[in-house]
C-alpha cells in the first residue's frame, strides 16, 4: 500500500505556518510593550519630583497694647504688626500744619520702631508735607530708594521711600492720601513692617 506524499499543503507545512504566526504575534506583543513602558517612564528620564513649600506662620505680638482711642485717627491705627505691639501714643509737632499728629512706638521682643503719623485737610497738603521731609531726610543719607507708588482697593493713593542712614538706621516715608507716615528704627525692620501696616 503505497503512503501519499506530504505536498506543500501537508501538516509539516501547516504546523510551519502556525510557528511563524506565533512568532511574529509574540514580538508585535512585545514592540507593544516596550512602546508602552517607554511611554510611561519618558523615554527613560525619571518623573519630575512634586516639590512643595511649606510657610512658617506670620509672627504676632504678645501683651496689651497702649491706648489709642484718643481720637478716630488714632483708633485707626492698629495696636499689633506683625510681632510688634503698640507701647506708646503721645501727640507730637510736626511741620505743615497737620489737623493731628502722632507719635506711635511699636516694640517686638528684638527691637523697637517709631512711627509718626499725621493727618491733613486735603490730599496736596499731605503730598507737600512728604516732600518736604523727603527733602530734608536726604540730605547727607546714604542711599534714598524710591518704593514707588501706593495702592488702596485699586487705586494709586500715594508714594513710598526708603532713606538708609550711614549708621544701620533708616526711615521710611510713605503718604495714603491725606495721611502721612514717617517710619524709623533699624534698616532691615522697615520694610515688613511698613507691607503690614494697615494704612
Do not use: C, K
Not at 489709642?68 to 485717627?73: E, I, S
Not at 507701647?87 to 528684638?110: A, F, K, N, Q
Amino acid at each position: 500500500m503505497e503512503t501519499a506524499a506530504r505536498g506543500p499543503g501537508g501538516p509539516r507545512s501547516h504546523r510551519t505556518r502556525t510557528y511563524v504566526i506565533a512568532g511574529v504575534l509574540g514580538a508585535f506583543v512585545l514592540a507593544v510593550a516596550v512602546l508602552v513602558a517607554w511611554n510611561l517612564t519618558r523615554g527613560g528620564e525619571p518623573a519630575a519630583a512634586v516639590t512643595s513649600t511649606t510657610t512658617g506662620p506670620v509672627p504676632t505680638a504678645t501683651g496689651t497694647p497702649a491706648a489709642h482711642d484718643q481720637t478716630a485717627f488714632t483708633a485707626a491705627q492698629p495696636a499689633t504688626v506683625l510681632d510688634y505691639l503698640l507701647t506708646g501714643v503721645e501727640p507730637i509737632d510736626v511741620p505743615g500744619d497737620p489737623v493731628e499728629s502722632w507719635h506711635l512706638t511699636y516694640t517686638s521682643p528684638e527691637r523697637t520702631v517709631d512711627l509718626v503719623a499725621g493727618q491733613w485737610p486735603e490730599r496736596d497738603a499731605a503730598t507737600a508735607a512728604l516732600d518736604a521731609v523727603l527733602e530734608q531726610e536726604r540730605d547727607g543719607a546714604q542711599e534714598a530708594r524710591d518704593l514707588g507708588t501706593v495702592g488702596a482697593a485699586g487705586e494709586t493713593v500715594g508714594h513710598a521711600w526708603l532713606i538708609t542712614q550711614s549708621d544701620g538706621q533708616g526711615l521710611l516715608l510713605w503718604q495714603n492720601t491725606t495721611a502721612v507716615f514717617t517710619l524709623t528704627g533699624p534698616i532691615d525692620a522697615l520694610e515688613d513692617f511698613q507691607l503690614a501696616y494697615p494704612l
